[in-house]
């Protein structure tokens, strides 16, 4: 199932989209908070790709491969938030696998977890990929992940600037405004 979804919290960024096989990977394999990650060689992989070689003349940053178990939720977080070990606000994201799965997003997380009250319902933004296409997504955001009965592999993109340095809404209007004015 399709939902559209509003582009405070993602964006699907007007691109070529990816393919698995052509993905170069380093052979190296390690773990990345709380994920299985296998890392992409980034020189290889921008080459060719108009997107990835503007942004890399814009920003430092590394992508991989990492991988979901089969009927696993990734709970409820926002990477952007002092108790997490990484601090990002923003990264670019693609699933490059056929593998049936749910993002939600929630404006009201604090309501969620207040389960010494009353509140057990929040509200909820669905959110699913389309197979390949790259999307800015904003870490900041309180979003969880529902993989349901395949692995699932996401592309991943992370920029070396932290948040706040570097948001969500920063990345987006410089790709709108610089590499799609250039590029259309
Ligand atoms: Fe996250």
Same mark, same amino acid.
């Given at each position: 199932? *399709?939902?559209?979804? #509003?582009?405070?919290?993602?964006? =699907?960024?007007?691109?070529?989209?990816?393919?698995?096989? #052509?993905?170069?990977?380093? !052979?190296?394999?390690?773990?990345?908070?709380?994920?299985? &990650?296998?890392?992409?060689?980034?020189?290889?992989?921008?080459? !060719?790709n108009p997107f990835?070689?503007?942004?890399?003349?814009?920003? =430092?940053?590394?992508?991989?491969?990492?991988?979901?178990?089969?009927?696993?939720?990734?709970?409820?977080?926002? #990477?952007a938030a002092s108790?997490?070990?990484?601090?990002?606000? @923003?990264?670019?994201?693609?699933? @490059?696998?056929?593998?049936?799965?749910? &993002?939600?997003?929630?404006?009201?997380?604090?309501?969620?977890?207040?389960?010494?009250?009353?509140?057990?319902?929040?509200?909820?933004?669905?959110?699913?990929? #389309?197979? *390949?296409?790259?999307?800015?997504?904003?870490?900041?955001?309180?979003?969880? @992940?529902?993989?349901?009965? =395949?692995?699932?592999?996401?592309?991943?993109?992370?920029?070396?600037?932290?948040?706040?340095?570097?948001?969500?809404?920063? @990345?987006?209007? =410089?790709?709108?405004?610089?590499?799609?004015?250039?590029?259309?």
């Amino acid at each position: 199932m *399709n939902y559209p979804i #509003d582009e405070k919290y993602t964006w =699907k960024i007007p691109s070529k989209p990816l393919n698995l096989p #052509d993905i170069p990977l380093e !052979g190296g394999e390690g773990s990345y908070y709380h994920f299985h &990650v296998k890392k992409i060689n980034t020189e290889k992989f921008i080459k !060719g790709n108009p997107f990835f070689e503007w942004l890399a003349e814009n920003y =430092k940053f590394s992508c991989g491969l990492i991988k979901m178990e089969p009927n696993k939720l990734y709970d409820w977080h926002i #990477d952007a938030a002092s108790k997490t070990k990484i601090n990002r606000g @923003v990264c670019i994201n693609a699933l @490059v696998t056929p593998s049936p799965s749910l &993002v939600l997003f929630t404006d009201n997380l604090t309501n969620l977890m207040a389960h010494g009250g009353e509140e057990f319902q929040t509200d909820i933004i669905p959110f699913t990929y #389309d197979l *390949n296409e790259i999307y800015l997504f904003n870490t900041a955001r309180a979003h969880s @992940v529902y993989n349901f009965e =395949k692995e699932r592999l996401l592309f991943t993109l992370e920029f070396e600037l932290e948040y706040p340095l570097l948001t969500y809404e920063r @990345v987006k209007n =410089k790709i709108k405004t610089e590499f799609l004015n250039e590029h259309e």
